[in-house]
């Protein structure tokens, strides 16, 4: 198993993008990140696309990219694992990498969702639990879904709709700091309060926006890497991964996502850190807070905070920048915005530039240990990533 | 690198199959595939999953298939390379099990096209091409584009109907012979020409149905494959992979597709073929006949007959069983079908049983070298796969 390190990362605005077609938009992402990896178009073998695009007319992807891009003859796919697929596009390519097949992979995750009617784009996301059973005879939603675990988690461990607010502020209060952003305002506890139900207790401010967004990650093999003479390369030490049940009325209950928990199992074991000094070695963590419960259950999921503690950390700003462990210093998926097939990959790159300290001063993490942690989640936890960083080999 | 070989593989019938919703069509292929790489669930530790499904209202295929299938809690993700998905995700499932990162992995290919409205299937298929450009201003689709192929083959070599006819009665007379087949009859000369116009010369007895069908391909390490005590493995000696321009009106002819040629090329190098001779190596192949002259065109860009040549070939019967190369005694996608989803995986699930001297007498290939060639397209050559496979490890 030969090791695999990221040698270049690019990342779009997010945000509303009428102003470039999917292309350019990927354009946007790919050109720095093959600066910063100092290589050629033809050095680059395959091309892994992250991408959903239920929305869109566009039914080659990957191959108008490739073509946009100068890729034209290299290897090509698209991934797709709802929410995570930036996630398991980055593992496809880790593996091509790490078997021998190839020695410099592009992966590239992009989502242009406000080109279609938004009704279409809400109505599609909307169904993203089991469709022939759940939504269509239950008519149960994806806010839905994630307003299930919030009144479960807010009945027995006595959390607060403010507490979810929490969230909101803290993820808000990184996104005005971070130009690449969608939302770049800081929000109050008030604002908050007065937004609108979507479904009970989840508010529009404990949503994610609809995004638009690209984001490009070179990953090279250790040969690569040193005829290239990379320096500051960031390493993968492991992908962990997990499903769940489709129906979530098949789900033994809503207080955690399973999937989550053990794609951290197998990310801590492949990498071999001890689950228990897991805060002690991440310096820095980006979680998949595609509604505020969300991220509070990632907490306990990775085992930053124990079971039904994860907003009392919040509470005390423990996961604030210089707190026990800073997470979603980008504004996370919450005012970072949330380009589906897009969003796994802008966590890695997010990663590797908060390991490199190439962020905004006012938002970069104390980096003391160089380990940093991805938690990216596909549906209501049908599909888990956690991918693992480090700044050594 | 670690070798990676088949250890199970099953096949739906290929049909209109409304019978069977697609999580039952998926079990069909599933459970012989299981029984024969004689494993449990619990060995498996990921699921690739190729299915286009863009006429499908499912949008968490993977998901819904893991959970009937009771691999819930394991990986998966989801597959996109057009009508090469399946080669694509045999190559996802094999870097996984070839870095290290898995022993077990199921690929498996599903599609549902006949649920759905069926003129909206023939639009999507009809838009394979480069969306924004050449269907939208020009109305080209994709029985079009391979028109443009065979008027251009047929007036620079001097081939005629008759001989894009002649693909077609080759496959329809193996189909007849296949019981899991979409047509499982025989056509004429004469029906063929009788058969109406889709896009001249391309008439309807040139082109594939719309099918449903499912196929499971069981893929395991070297290790597991002792620790197992598995038998007439077959092993996996090369993928081979390649892209072309999105828009057609950059191709520089209509003779051939570079994509396929350059997939070869790659195949052949990492297998060590001499590509004189890989008539004398491949004892059989199945090849991407979407459309007959693609057959024609597949013959001559892997090196099986002379530019030009391909079409007096299969005058000579050489593609027939006993010919020189016998390619397509499955039926091929023409009388098969082509379940888009699953077709790359059903060329190798087919070749695998041909190997193994499992398929019907009266359609299998003499085994004399034990290798073994899937040639697999997506769009009008915008993906190509070819995979070698081999009964030595």
């Known amino acids: 198993m030969r090791k695999v390190g990221i040698i270049g990362v690019g990342h779009s605005k997010f945000g509303v993008r009428n102003d470039v077609n999917m292309n350019e938009l990927v354009l946007e992402s790919f050109k720095p990140a093959l600066d910063e990896a100092n290589i050629d178009l033809k050095d680059i073998s395959f091309l ?17 990219i490739a073509e946009y891009l100068g890729l034209t003859g290299k290897g090509a796919m698209r991934i797709e694992a709802a929410c995570a ?3 398991a596009a980055l593992k496809v390519a880790h593996d091509m990498i790490s078997s021998g097949e190839a020695e410099i992979v592009a992966a590239i995750g992009v989502e242009k969702m406000n080109e279609s009617f938004t009704p279409n784009v809400v109505e599609i996301i909307g169904r993203a639990g089991n469709y022939f059973w759940e939504f269509e005879n239950f008519g149960m939603t994806f806010p839905g879904y994630y307003a ?3 009144t479960a988690y807010m009945s027995v461990y006595g959390a607060t709709e403010e507490d979810l607010g929490e969230v909101a502020i803290k993820n808000h209060f990184y996104g005005a700091k971070n130009p690449l952003a969608h939302f770049q305002k800081e929000i109050t506890m008030e604002d908050y309060l007065k937004s609108k139900y979507v479904a009970w207790p989840i508010k529009l401010l404990d949503s994610t926006p609809i995004s638009d967004g690209a984001v490009t990650v070179i990953l090279a093999s250790e040969d690569a890497i040193r005829k290239i003479g990379s320096k500051d390369v960031i390493w ?45 070695l991440i310096d820095v963590a980006e ?14 999921d990775l085992g930053f905070f124990k079971r039904g503690e994860g907003f009392l950390a919040l509470r005390e700003k423990q996961t604030y920048r210089g707190g026990k462990i800073p997470v979603n ?20 790159a997010e990663l590797t530039k908060q ?4 962020v905004e001063k006012s938002r970069q993490a104390d980096i003391k240990n160089g380990w940093a942690l991805a938690h990216n989640v596909g549906g209501t936890g049908h599909y888990a990533y956690v991918t693992i960083l480090s700044t050594e080999k």
Chains 1, 2 share one sequence.
């Open 287 to 300: 979680v998949h807070d595609c509604f505020t419960i969300a991220e509070i259950l990632a907490y306990e």
């Open 148 to 150: 299930m675990y919030a």
């Open 329 to 348: 210093l980008s504004g996370g998926l919450k005012a970072k915005g949330h380009p589906i097939g897009a969003t796994g990959l802008s966590m890695i």
């Open 355 to 358: 390991l490199k300290r190439q």
């Open 48 to 64: 892994v696309v992250s991408n959903v695009g239920l929305w869109s007319s566009e039914e080659l992807p990957a191959i108008t």
């Open 236 to 280: 993968i030490k492991s992908i962990g991964y997990s499903t769940d049940t489709s129906n979530l009325s098949k789900r033994s209950d809503f207080l955690s996502l399973e999937a989550a928990r053990r794609a951290a199992e197998i990310a801590y074991k492949k990498a071999s850190i001890d689950p228990s000094k897991i805060t002690n």
């Open 85 to 87: 697929s930036g996630s």
